[in-house]
């Protein structure tokens, strides 16, 4: 166990209590806290603070104030497993802080103050963004008095916007999470809170235009220059997700806090920009990047212009008149940070007209009664004043007059798989602008060019090329006709966006000439039958160097499918789609969508007690589907559906630290084994498709997932108690220097591992290959390709006898 957290678990008997087991665990994009109110041996309140992996822990008996004047004795506790912000429940009495916990109040927390500095003098500054508990708050260390050995702290309100007279506390006595009282957590009653009917959506986009529609049936609103934002809102908990699936809830929390303040504990998905707005009200794009860089000093704001579900109630199909409406309504009394988007019925040119009059960027057109069916589907258009749009950077330009810095950027648009160089930008670069640009592009040098055509320097200049990662929004005059950028002017980076879709905005009545095809290029097929599912798309080029087709996915899938399917059939799957392959944005999905043959939807119970759908793949047909439907990685729970609470595969995942000698890891391996083959265990080995190499332990059902869990973590503290200097159990990234971390964790209930015969979504097609412990030392991790795994499947199976043990 780790030290941190041995107090916690030497209290604790987790064959009877709920209660997370103690881990370490990395710490997230921003600091989490919770606090429990614990109806224990005597009532308190828990107050944890998210720091280096573990949740810090305060007994706060009378709970806290919101008054100055009022003093909060808070006791400190053992250090708490960062999961256990998630609990609610009863601890069995008899067990250590026998009773019932609810969820009273989480969000995040900033420290005011070097935080490991604080706890070493007694004096804690922090500033709270949660739904009940608000603003600046400290807890201060009291001196101990003769022979109590008590961590006695005091935790107080800090004088702010937010203080009371009382102690704001009272009013609260339902649970953040589930909204059950205290009486109905210990009954062991279902939670009250509704459920959103679906947690991603594709947003809906708008086609530029040229002309603006005649007729009333258009709505017409600002265009607003900031990151589109869908809010995500359940139990009182809020998700901000951009449109390319990143969660900017921590980045953005005053935002978060005021939804949650809206929302009140229904359940809701809204639709809209957060922006930063000038003195005149236009949004500042400019505004908004510093912020990124800097969240100080600036007020966001969340501007929202659709609502796709409330109370539960799926919302999109509704025409988007009467969705505007019942937003308006919804944001009557929107606290601060919250805006709704006014729109003017018809008037399209006047309102067009006004927009560019005042300076505002332009309009968006949306008919009165579309559907929110995500995409561009020409419902939704947009109008620009001036021209502007994103193009991603593939490179910078040093002239001789200059002996550092950038004179201007090298920009280009994607048109399908080709990089195509549009021009450049040279002005609107600040200094501080410049610095910045220049510390990003020292992770993206590379010595050639990544257009398809490189652009020629003149003969006074130096031209440093990129990988074409970062975008950038760029202003620019007019497009010539040599499809090349006029008077470009760089106003900044667009972290939200993701590069590879990244391609020219051509109004209507434009069109771009398309690329001629690459000579001796195949025809494009039509649609295929393999397996019995419908292939759509089978030329897409989804793996590059070497270019490797949808079609050749589901084909290595189909002839795998006899090896795979006794280790990844009829086991609860989580998922890596890449719908666009793997160069473009790939996501993890673990719960059912339409029904499909060999796809069977399963409800588990999880860890909160809710009940969700998840799924496995029955048979052949499963796993085509999941291919056609761009899936490249499976995932599978340690168990079977027939006995799902008895796990029966092991797995240790050798995770190196950056830059291993490959015999280091391969010895891992071998030590693995060696302390397997000491408890009597037969392992198997196979390539991970990455930097390691994955164990596997077959087991016979008879362990609960607690006690397998238990066992594969001893496993790894073994190793990391005989040889200290190579081996880590410990999950953070600065416990791995020089080490090698034994990822016992995969063997949790719900946590999952790569799958046998998988391919990994990473350039190369590698796949997680079993191999027998004789090629250990001549199979490299990521040594085996789709096409060498095809080639293995006429030679012996190294993992024959798997399930005969």
């Known amino acids: 166990m780790t030290a941190k957290l041995s107090e916690y678990n030497e209290k604790r008997n987790f064959d ?32 944890r603070l998210e720091w280096e992996g573990v949740l810090l822990s305060w007994a706060v008996p009378k709970g806290p104030s919101y008054n100055t004047r ?17 609990f609610e429940g009863t601890i069995p009495k008899g067990q250590y802080g026998g009773g019932t916990v609810m969820l009273w109040d989480e969000g995040y927390w900033e420290p005011q103050g070097d935080v490991d500095e604080g706890l070493r003098k007694g004096e804690l500054k922090l500033v709270l963004r949660g739904r009940r508990l608000k603003g600046k708050w400290a807890l201060i260390r009291l001196k101990p008095k003769a022979g ?71 709505l017409y609103e600002l265009k607003y220059d900031g990151y589109r934002i869908v809010a995500f809102v359940e139990g009182n908990t809020v998700r901000l997700m951009t449109r390319n ?17 809206l929302a009140a504990g229904r359940s809701m998905i809204l639709d809209g920009e957060v922006v930063i707005t000038d003195e005149a009200g236009k949004t500042d794009f400019q505004a908004l990047q510093n912020y990124m860089k800097n969240p100080k000093g600036q007020s966001l704001t969340y501007i929202v212009f659709d609502l796709l579900a409330l ?44 927009a560019c009059q005042t300076g505002m960027e332009g309009v968006i057109g949306k008919r009165a009664d579309s559907k929110y069916s995500g995409g561009k589907n020409g419902e939704w258009i947009k109008l620009k004043c001036d021209r502007r749009q994103e193009f991603v950077i593939g490179g910078f330009v040093l002239t001789d007059k200059k002996t550092s810095g950038i004179s201007s950027l090298l920009l280009g648009v994607y048109q399908g798989d080709e990089f195509v160089y549009v021009g450049r930008a040279g002005t609107g670069m600040s200094e501080a602008d410049v610095r910045m640009l220049e510390k990003e592009f020292e992770r993206l040098i590379r010595k050639d060019s990544p257009f398809n055509q490189a ?83 089978p030329d897409k080029v989804v793996f590059t160097n070497p270019d490797i087709t949808k079609e050749d996915v589901i084909r290595y899938y189909a002839k795998v499918a006899k090896h795979m399917l006794p280790y990844v059939g009829h086991r609860i799957l989580t998922v890596v789609r890449c719908p666009r392959g793997v160069a473009n944005t790939c996501f993890y999905k673990k719960h059912p969508g339409a029904d499909s043959k060999g796809i069977v939807p399963i409800p588990i119970t999880t860890g909160s007690g809710s009940t969700e759908d998840y799924f496995y793949i029955e048979n052949v047909s499963g796993l085509i589907y999941e291919a056609q439907m761009g899936t490249m990685e499976f995932h599978t729970w340690g168990s079977r559906i027939d006995k799902l609470e008895y796990p029966d595969m092991m797995v240790f995942d050798l995770d190196p630290d950056e830059g291993m000698e490959l015999e280091r890891i391969r010895q891992g391996a071998k030590d693995v084994r060696s302390i397997l083959e000491e408890l009597s265990l037969k392992s198997y080995l196979k390539t991970s498709g990455g930097k390691g190499y994955h164990v596997v332990v077959p087991f016979q059902q008879a362990m609960t997932w607690d006690q397998f869990h238990n066992f594969a973590k001893q496993v790894a503290q073994v ?17 791995r220097a020089g080490k090698i971390f034994i990822d016992w964790i995969r063997n949790g209930r719900g946590a999952t591992s790569a799958a046998a015969y998988s391919i990994r979504a990473r350039e190369g097609a590698k796949v997680s290959m079993p191999i027998s412990w004789d090629e250990l030392d001549t199979v490299e991790p990521d040594g ?17 006898d798997f399930f005969k043990q």
């Open 16 to 47: 009877i209590t709920l209660e997370p087991t103690g881990r370490t665990e990395a710490s997230e994009d921003g600091l989490r806290f919770v606090i429990q109110h614990h109806m224990a041996r005597r009532e308190h309140y828990d107050f």
């Open 70 to 86: 009022d003093k909060r004795l808070a006791v400190m506790v053992e250090d708490h497993p960062l999961e256990y912000r998630n």
């Open 148 to 218: 109590d050995d008590k961590d006695n702290w005091l935790l107080l309100k800090e004088r702010d916007e937010y203080v009371q007279t009382s102690s704001g506390i009272s009013e609260y006595t339902t649970s953040i999470r589930t909204g059950r009282t205290m009486e109905e957590i210990e009954r062991g009653e279902e939670e009250k809170l509704t459920r959103n009917p679906f947690n991603k959506v594709e947003v809906q986009l708008a086609k530029l235009v040229q002309t603006i529609p005649e007729g009333e049936d258009w």
């Open 245 to 261: 699936g990143h969660d900017y809830t921590s980045r953005f929390s005053t935002i978060a806090t005021s939804v949650s303040d």
């Open 311 to 354: 109370d539960g109630v799926d919302l999109r199909r509704n025409p988007l008149i009467e969705r505007k409406e019942q937003l308006e309504q919804l944001l009557e009394n929107a606290p601060s940070h919250l805006y709704y988007s006014r729109h003017i019925e018809g008037n399209g040119k006047e309102s067009f007209a006004v």
């Open 455 to 537: 652009p020629k320097p003149k003969s006074s200049e130096r031209f440093t090329w990129l990988e074409p990662e970062l975008v950038a929004e760029i202003k620019f005059a007019e497009w010539t006709k040599e499809q090349q950028l006029r008077q470009a002017s760089y106003k900044g980076l667009r972290v939200d966006k993701d590069p590879r879709e990244i391609k020219r905005e051509e109004a209507e009545e434009e069109s771009l000439q398309p690329a001629p095809p690459k000579q001796g290029g195949r025809a494009k097929k039509a649609s295929i039958v393999i397996e019995g599912i419908k292939i759509t798309n």
């Open 719 to 735: 190793m990391e108690q005989k040889w200290p200097d190579r081996y880590t159990s410990n999950v953070r990234k600065a416990s």
């Open 784 to 800: 085996i390709t789709m096409a060498d795994a095809l080639l293995r499947l006429n030679g012996s199976d190294p993992w024959e």
